[in-house]
């Protein structure tokens, strides 16, 4: 979900729209990270569940199936509406643009994952301009009565609900609708987008945010407007091998790659927390990484803090009633009163994570990789 910070609490507790989907037919993406097959031995798991971990494993990846994404694009317009996005502007954010969601998607995955339309596979579908009655749209947003009259008339235009992984509903602004980009998963999931057709949005709602996400400056999960996903979420999506995703199980010094060149280094250090949970599993993780400049998407300056620095993030993180975080990445900052964007660990310093109790000490940094001490 993408909003305005104002708007958080408001996002948070707002009902879910009434739209109802079919259950997943066999062998169906489901975005959320899920693939479900009928040939499945076990009972799937609720979408969005991350399977408990074992000892000090960390939780396992989400499972997502890579390829093309079939994505449908709806374009609505409402009685008080002033402006309204055209298709040709969707189609370019979504599909087309070399900065578009596409494009970004192309890129942070190594072209395994890509947007792309069904009965148009490489410009994409977009369907509308439909001009919907919405009487008092100023005081409600009827996201599930707007999508419900959007897919009947798009029908007659060759929509078939089942083909499709995901539908983007854009409607022109309203504030009776506090947020920019909200979410639904079914199959298929259901995107909104309220007015505006941005990139970052796009990327953003059609991530791995059937887990949560933290509000930070170097994540398209977070609040950054088109960065790389963070090597947590990577490997969240099955975009890191094994190979490159380390425990650190005990005390010690350990070398990182960046996630965005490496293919045989560390690009991803999980540190258990050394608490406990009942059943004998870590009570949190701290995750660790480095980036570089890479690409389109990644364009950071050379004395940007993240590329001079290790990002360290809390992670795979259950809701925290003490401190009222609720996500599964939250950035974590040594120097909170200059804000996030220099979060990251430069040489020489510490930080101690007052929830997990893992202490981790900058030693130093080169072009191509970062050491760091881990104190248990």
């Not at 490489?122 to 369907?127: K, P």
């Not at 235009?157 to 409607?171: E, K, L």
């Not at 009163?337 to 510490?350: E, H, I, N, V």
Request: charged share 20%.
């Amino acid at each position: 979900m993408r909003g305005l910070r104002a708007t958080l609490i408001a996002v948070a507790i707002f009902a879910a729209p009434t739209v109802i989907r079919a259950q997943s037919p066999p062998d169906h993406l489901n975005l959320c990270g899920r693939f479900v097959s009928e040939a499945a031995n076990a009972a799937p798991e609720a979408p969005g569940t991350i399977a408990a971990p074992h000892r000090d494993e960390p939780p396992p990846p989400l499972g997502v199936a890579l390829g093309p994404r079939k994505i449908a694009v709806m374009l609505l317009t409402l009685p008080d509406a002033t402006r309204s996005i055209t298709p040709e502007q969707a189609r370019t954010v979504v599909f087309t643009g070399p900065r578009s969601a596409n494009a970004f998607y192309r890129e942070v995955s190594q072209d395994r994952i890509s947007l792309r339309g069904v009965l148009n596979p490489v410009d994409g579908d977009v369907f509308g301009p439909y001009a919907l009655p919405a009487p008092a749209t100023r005081r409600m947003c009827d996201l599930g009565g707007w999508t419900e009259q959007a897919e009947g008339r798009a029908a007659a235009d060759g929509f078939h609900i089942a083909a499709y992984d995901s539908v983007v509903v854009v409607n022109p602004y309203t504030a009776a609708c506090p947020f920019f980009g909200y979410t639904t998963y079914g199959f298929p999931n259901t995107v909104w987008l309220n007015g505006l057709v941005l990139t970052g949005i796009v990327a953003h709602e059609l991530g791995p945010s059937c887990t949560s996400y933290e509000f930070e400056p170097f994540d398209v999960m977070g609040e950054s407007p088109e960065r790389h996903f963070s090597a947590w979420h990577l490997y969240l999506l099955g975009l890191l091998p094994s190979s490159s995703v380390k425990v650190a199980r005990k005390s010690g010094t350990y070398k990182l790659e960046p996630s965005e060149l490496s293919r045989h280094g560390v690009r991803l250090l999980l540190v258990p927390s050394p608490d406990r949970n009942p059943d004998g599993s870590p009570s949190g993780w701290i995750g660790l990484e480095i980036r570089v400049r890479s690409g389109v998407f990644d364009d950071f300056a050379p004395d940007d803090p993240v590329v001079r620095g290790v990002s360290v993030r809390r992670v795979g993180t259950p809701y925290l009633p003490d401190t009222g975080e609720d996500s599964d990445s939250i950035l974590l900052d040594p120097t909170p009163l200059t804000g996030p964007s220099d979060a990251p660990l430069q040489a020489g310093r510490s930080l101690t994570d007052p929830v997990t109790h893992v202490r981790v000490t900058m030693l130093g940094i080169g072009g191509r990789w970062a050491r760091v001490r881990i104190d248990l």
